[in-house]
C-alpha cells in the first residue's frame, strides 16, 4: 500500500523539476524588422482628383495597418521576453 503513493510522489517530483528549466526564447521574426511596402508607382499620365484620392486612400490605408500589424507584434515579443526576463510588463 504505501509503495503507490510514494512511486506518485516521485513522479510529480520528476514533472516539477523540468517545468523550472528556463524559457528559450525566441526573437521577434526579421520580417517584423522589414519596411512597409512603398506608395503605389501613379500611372504616368494626368491624374483626376477622383484619382489622387484614390491612390492616396489606398496607400494611406496599406501604411497604417501594416504599421499597425507590425507594432502589435513587436509590442507582444517586447512585453513577452520583458516579463519572462524580468517579471516586469513593459508600458
Known sequence: ???????I????????????EPPRLVDAPAR??????????LP????????VEKYWLR??????????TKQALLDYYLNRDALLRDGEQLE
Do not use: N, W
Not at 9 to 20: E, F, N, P
Not at 32 to 41: N, T, W
Not at 44 to 51: G, H, P, S
Open 44 to 51: 504616368d499620365r494626368e491624374l483626376t482628383q477622383a484619382d
Open 59 to 68: 496607400d494611406r490605408q496599406a501604411l497604417l495597418a501594416c504599421g499597425m
Open 1 to 7: 500500500m504505501l509503495i503507490v503513493p510514494l512511486s
Open 32 to 41: 517584423l524588422q522589414e519596411a512597409c511596402a512603398k506608395p503605389l508607382r
Open 9 to 20: 510522489l516521485g513522479a510529480c517530483a520528476a514533472s516539477i523539476q523540468s517545468s523550472t
